[in-house]
């Protein structure tokens, strides 16, 4: 098997041409027309993900977030980015990335976290004229109260924290979420009628919301991660003997709370 026809059927599902303009999506590392016998996935390709690949034999990678963001100026094995594409091309793995390609479609990241939360008649948030978008926005089937949404918060998307605004004095019955940095569309959540809006890094100022809107910042890793097993399930579909593996170190979280 070579490497596009595992990229034929991640852009069947999340099409390359859907990324935002500043993102990489795709194939940064590596040739379409490679041999592939195995694929590791993850959220992000760290050159310990790489080393990883190498000892279970893996000969392309795939994940959520891009290994190459921007130009880069050196490459070099002092650098986390460097060091991962050095191992990756002496190793011979090519590395994919389904960033917010995989985000704009509704079966994507946020339609994951809409799922984990039960929600009803779900629809795109801030939808573009193709039909996709970033972001979700869907109905509880039952209203409630603010606490009752931070426990259910907390227990679907197992957190220990949630950082959060003030808590609303009535019920919560429409919820819009986005996985990853989903500060540019609390305006759209506020315009959908939603009474919460759940994403990661929001900054400070915007958690000073009006009486009848709150935010809850549920960390970026944590929002996006179940995207690793939608592209795992996906692959194993279309191809069902293929050696597929999501990596053993799972939590490339790069954030810690204590």
Not at 143 to 159: G, N, R, T
Request: hydrophobic share 45%; aromatic share 6%.
């Amino acid at each position: 098997m070579k490497a596009k026809d595992i990229i034929k059927v991640i852009e069947a599902f999340a099409p390359l041409s859907l990324q935002e303009g500043w993102d990489n999506s795709g194939l940064c590392v590596g040739s379409p027309d490679d041999e592939v016998t195995s694929v590791l996935l993850a959220l992000d390709c760290t050159p310990e993900l790489v080393d990883e690949a190498v000892a279970c034999g893996a000969d392309m990678i795939v994940t959520h977030h891009p290994l190459i963001f921007s130009g880069l100026k050196k490459i070099s094995p002092e650098d986390m980015t460097g060091s991962a594409v050095i191992k990756a091309v002496k190793a011979g793995i090519c590395i994919y990335a389904a960033h917010t390609s995989a985000d704009k479609v509704i079966q994507g990241v946020s339609g994951a976290m809409a799922a984990r939360l039960g929600l009803k008649n779900v629809r795109i948030l801030d939808e573009d004229q193709e039909g996709t978008g970033l972001g979700v926005v869907g109905d509880l089937p039952s209203p409630l109260a603010s606490q009752q949404a931070l426990d259910l918060v907390k227990e679907k998307f197992a957190l220990k924290v949630i950082r959060s605004s003030r808590p609303l004095d009535k019920d919560i019955a429409r919820i819009a979420v986005c996985g990853g940095s989903g500060g540019s569309l609390i305006g759209a959540a506020r315009k959908s009628g939603a009474q919460l809006y759940i994403s990661g890094d929001i900054s400070y100022h915007n958690f000073f919301t009006p009486e009848d809107f709150m935010i809850m910042d549920i960390g970026h890793y944590e929002s996006e991660i179940e995207i690793v097993d939608i592209l795992f399930s996906l692959i194993k579909k279309n191809f069902p003997t293929f050696a597929v593996r999501i990596t053993q170190n799972l939590n490339s979280n790069p954030i810690y709370y204590f």
